[in-house]
């Protein structure tokens, strides 16, 4: 038996073809079984400690959105809780971080690592077919209770934590989209380096893309004002992205006890590592005021005067603007934003 199904994976463990099965898929080479339920495509299942809620608040939230409708469980649990997770399923601004990937719109995207689904719902107006993964079983079931009750029929929502061995074939989507996902990547690879952990994703997204398609990637830049301002990273401490890796890794394991892996890069880093992925073309840019909700989009990749005229003049205060405006003057701007998107294309 053939169908949709069957032709949008691979099995993760052979990338061989699979088969339909009433309430499963199964890998034609080796007969492993993955769960379907509900519309749910399973590779893996469990729950990862990322996120808005927590596990037990994930469950209590699921189980409300089934029963009286997820725009309920919104008003009554999560607006009282994370006003701000309310913004990042419901924010029309969630729809900007997109705008680089319009130019190859109408195809099929993959939203990696897609947590409440905030950008696969903007997605979803766009594009006729978005893969909506994470590795948090029971985000992506409250991803699905909503694609239900929205008729988003052309959301695919997707279980799986390996972001290696991903379960797609070759070539298959026209666009790639991590958003603030790139730097926990490692974390599914605890016996690589950083570095090869995130090399061996990257090549993992470029073997999925076809010939042409888009990576965008959303991230902070590891020498971003913020840093050099005293805020603290993911890690909790301060200064600790501008420090010299391996010295912050030794920071890390003294003072957390645990070592330094989620970490960013510098735009220079981004292009070499999308490079070393055999990533062709490789453009920066920077949303304002940051990658989850940003209002602009802004390119550095030519003079940024020209750019920054696009930002509203009462966007900023003036002492804000002046700084802006010196930085991008000096050629400086580019390097100490906040944050980045990565737009990396694949060889035609
Ligand atoms: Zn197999």
Request: positive net charge; charged residues 25%.
């Amino acid at each position: 038996m053939s169908d949709k199904a069957t032709d949008l994976f691979a099995s993760p463990c052979c990338k061989a073809k699979l088969t339909r099965q009433e309430t499963r898929l199964e890998c034609v080479a080796c007969g492993h079984p993955y769960a379907v339920e509900d519309g749910l495509f399973k590779f893996t299942t469990g729950t990862s400690s990322h996120g808005e809620f927590s596990s037990e608040e994930m469950a209590e939230l699921l189980k409300l959105a089934k029963t009286d409708g997820w725009k309920s469980a919104l008003e009554r649990y999560i607006r009282p809780r994370r006003p701000r997770a309310v913004q990042l399923l419901t924010d029309p601004r969630r729809y900007n971080s997109i705008e680089p990937l319009k130019a190859v719109k109408n195809g099929r995207v993959l939203d990696f690592g897609c947590g409440l689904g905030g950008v696969s719902l903007a997605l979803a107006t766009a594009f006729e077919e978005v893969v909506a993964l994470d590795g948090s079983e029971d985000r992506v079931s409250l991803l699905n209770v909503i694609r239900r009750e929205e008729n988003l029929d052309n959301i695919v929502p997707v279980c799986h934590i390996d972001p290696a061995n991903l379960p797609f074939p070759d070539s298959h989507f026209d666009a790639v989209l991590l958003i603030g996902v790139l730097e926990y990547l490692p974390q599914s690879l605890p016996d690589d380096t950083v570095e090869a952990a995130h090399e061996k994703c990257l090549k993992e997204f470029h073997r999925i893309l076809r010939p042409g398609g888009s990576l965008l990637i959303h991230t902070k830049n590891r020498f971003g004002w913020q840093y050099w301002l005293g805020e603290r990273d993911h890690s909790g401490l301060r200064f600790a992205p501008i420090l010299p890796v391996s010295l912050t890794d030794l920071i890390a394991r003294t003072v957390k006890g645990r070592p330094y892996r989620i970490i960013n890069y510098s735009g220079g880093g981004y292009r070499k590592l999308m490079r070393k992925a055999g990533f062709d073309s490789v453009a920066l840019g920077w949303p304002v005021p940051g990658y989850q909700t940003p209002d602009y989009l802004l390119s550095l990749e030519g003079r940024m005067l020209g750019e920054l005229r696009k930002i509203a003049p009462d966007y900023h205060s003036i002492g804000k603007r002046l700084a802006l405006h010196a930085l991008g003057l000096t050629g400086l701007l580019r390097y100490v934003v906040p944050h980045y998107s990565v737009m990396a294309t694949k060889r035609r």
